[in-house]
């Protein structure tokens, strides 16, 4: 089975810059990062293609944060700029086996454990 494991979280300053990283114990298709804040459902922010030709972004993050992946190394990857408070939450990598799979959480069969991001 597909373990997904995240990195990168952490605590930074408003308008500071994190890296998140998504390690895949094995090749996998379509791939997205979601959050989820205390209260409030997991929403997807960004996904991406199986080749990485094709990404799409929530309107909350796009322009700020950028997907990408490494597919010889099984490792997706969410560069994150200009945060702000209201990117705090846990962080989830999610991978499934379509060519791409956009920010529905229903096309997601794969999930990470997640990791925090707190900004202040």
């Known amino acids: 089975q597909v373990q997904l494991v995240e990195s990168g979280g952490g605590s930074v300053q408003v308008g500071g810059s994190l890296r998140l990283s998504c390690a895949a114990s094995e090749a996998v298709r379509c791939m997205g990062w979601f959050r989820q804040a205390p209260g409030t459902e997991r929403e997807g922010i960004a996904g991406?293609?199986?080749?990485?030709?094709?990404?799409d972004y929530a309107d909350s993050v796009k322009g700020r944060f950028t997907i990408s992946r490494d597919n010889a190394n099984n490792t997706l990857y969410l560069q994150m700029n200009s945060l702000k408070p209201e990117d705090t939450a846990t962080y989830y990598c999610?991978?499934?086996?379509?060519?791409?799979?956009?920010?529905?959480?229903?096309?997601?069969?794969?999930w990470g454990q997640g990791t925090q991001v707190t900004v202040s």
């Open positions: 991406i293609s199986a080749p990485g030709s094709v990404t």
């Open positions: 999610a991978a499934d086996f379509s060519r791409f799979c956009g920010l529905s959480l229903a096309a997601y069969h794969v």
